[in-house]
Nanobody
Framework: QVQLVESGGGLVQAGGSLRLSCAAS????????WGWFRQAPGKEREFVAA????????YYADSVKGRFTISRDNAKNTVYLQMNILEPEDTAVYYC??????????????WGQGTQVTVSS
C-alpha cells in the first residue's frame, strides 16, 4: 500500500508564506508526476501544481503562478509546495497526489489525507 502524508499546513496572515511537504511511503510505485490540489469549503477540488518525476517540468494553476513553487526530492520520495504571498482565497485543505501517468497531470491513483491552510486577512 502506498501512503502519502502531508505536513506544513497552518494559520498565516495574508502576505505570509508556508511550505507544505508530502512524503510517500509503503510499497514502491511509479508516477509520471506529483500533484498538489486544494479544496475550499463549498467548492470542488482544484488543481494547484504538478511536477514531473523525471526532468522536473512544472505546471501551475493561473491563480498561484508566480506565488507558489513546487519541487521534489526523488531520493526522499518527497514533494514540496512553497507558498508565498498567501491570500485569503488560498484557504483550503491541500492534498498531494502521486501515481499518475503521462496521459494527464490531473489524474492520480494515490492521495494524501490533506493539510489545512488558513490565510487570515
Amino acid at each position: 500500500q502506498v501512503q502519502l502524508v502531508e505536513s506544513g499546513g497552518g494559520l498565516v496572515q495574508a502576505g505570509g508564506s508556508l511550505r507544505l511537504s508530502c512524503a510517500a511511503s509503503g510499497r514502491p510505485f511509479s508516477t509520471y508526476a506529483w500533484g498538489w490540489f486544494r479544496q475550499a469549503p463549498g467548492k470542488e477540488r482544484e488543481f494547484v501544481a504538478a511536477i514531473r518525476w523525471s526532468g522536473g517540468i512544472t505546471y501551475y494553476a493561473d491563480s498561484v503562478k508566480g506565488r507558489f513553487t513546487i519541487s521534489r526530492d526523488n531520493a526522499k520520495n518527497t514533494v514540496y509546495l512553497q507558498m508565498n504571498i498567501l491570500e485569503p482565497e488560498d484557504t483550503a485543505v491541500y492534498y498531494c497526489a502521486a501515481g499518475g501517468t503521462s496521459s494527464s497531470i490531473y489524474e492520480y491513483a494515490y492521495w494524501g489525507q490533506g493539510t489545512q491552510v488558513t490565510v487570515s486577512s
